[in-house]
């Protein structure tokens, strides 16, 4: 019995000691998994809250006699908290926005602004329901950020119609010219603040016009890309692919551009400045690119992974098929980029620094296979065609010989403003089927 005892002792020990062995790197592994996935939502979250501040800043200082509010921290906030603080956000942004509107109709109506404030509709008592985690926070957190943005725009709009809507008179009763040319109203005095407009040549005095207002507002409408429209979607899948479905049509047939005839002088590079050797085409190949993650079929690339919230290069990601994703850097010396870990129906992440020894503007040529979009210092400033790729056709761009020896698998281009120093880029990839690759070349033009 004694004996019978202590081998089933050994056993259960044995076992508790493999379920330890086995189990314990798997969960510290979850465990990691699930604190870098909530970092990437906390900041997330964090930097919408902080795009609210700035929007309630910017109406603040565009409205008579305003100044802009101070900005409150969210750094260590819960999710929770994080909300609320969008939610009054949200509430003084519909206030401000309701207070120009106020504005605009006294102006066209000729009456006082507490009049026309009041045939403006109420605004609407919405329910506030408490959050249970930060998918939630977020989900309606975009709801408030896209509701802000679109106020921003609406007062840039009504400042400009303020602005060009001020008429010319026969007399001047200031001396001096408006500092933006001849129009009254149109110049800032000359002191470059917002307050009274220079009264043009032969013009009325101008109108109390918030020009620095209204430029700081256009100013981070451009610098974010609020104002830009959205992309069309690009294609869904190779038609190289056997036995794979095409979900939906595809447009016009894009070829790829034609390289100058002449011998293109060709570098890889990641540094633009002085002294650097002359080229009119760099290939930016030196990548760290995380992925497969799971796809979603044809709105792949609209699915948000947590290297789109948050790039952290020390992270750990779930990725498809039960992976643990890290990030790899990547240098390939042949031309185009493919991930190291190919799979269908998939994402990919891939990030990389440009610096500028001053600032300037560049246009960068991309290529994709088969969705992509990119992002330059977190404005979102391209989004794939839907346009029938000439490498989709079989073999697919390894049919390219020439394109390839170009460095011109291209289906499009942006002339971007980059910074002086450090810019950043992240590149988000979508593979349906069979072959997959990206290519961001920088290209001399003007």
Known sequence: MRRSYLIASLAVHAGVLLAVFYAGPYSIRAATVERHARKAEHTDLKRRVEELQKIKSLLQRSQKGGTGGSEQRVDGATPQQMLEQARRLADDIAQLERASKARELARLLAIPEAEALRKLPAPAVKAKPAVADSKQ??????????????????????????????RLAGASQHGGEGKAGKLAGMGDGGTGKAGKGGAGQAGMPGEDVPNAAMIAITGYINQTGIGLGQAPRGGSWDLSAPGHGVERGYGAFVPTP????????????????????????????????????AGNGRHSIDVVHPPEMSVDLDARYAGARGRTLAWDYLTNPDYPSVPLLRAQDAVYYAYTEVVMAEAGELVLVIGSDDDS?????????????????????????VGLPHDIAQWNLSEGKRKLHFKKGRNTLLLKLYNGASLAFFSVVIVGEG
Request: net charge positive; proline share 5%.
């Open 373 to 397: 979009k990119l992002w330059l210092n977190e404005r979102l400033v391209w989004v794939s065609g839907e346009g029938h790729k000439a490498w989709y056709s079989s073999p697919g761009y």
């Open 137 to 166: 926070a977020l989900a309606e957190l975009k709801q408030h950020q896209q509701q802000a943005r679109a106020a921003l725009l609406q007062r840039e709009q009504q400042l400009e119609r303020e602005r060009s809507g001020t």
């Open 258 to 293: 034609p390289v100058d005839s002449g011998k293109p002088r060709k570098i890889t590079a990641h540094a633009i400045g002085q002294g650097a050797p002359f080229a009119d085409r760099i290939f930016l190949n030196r990548w760290h690119i995380s992925g497969p993650f």
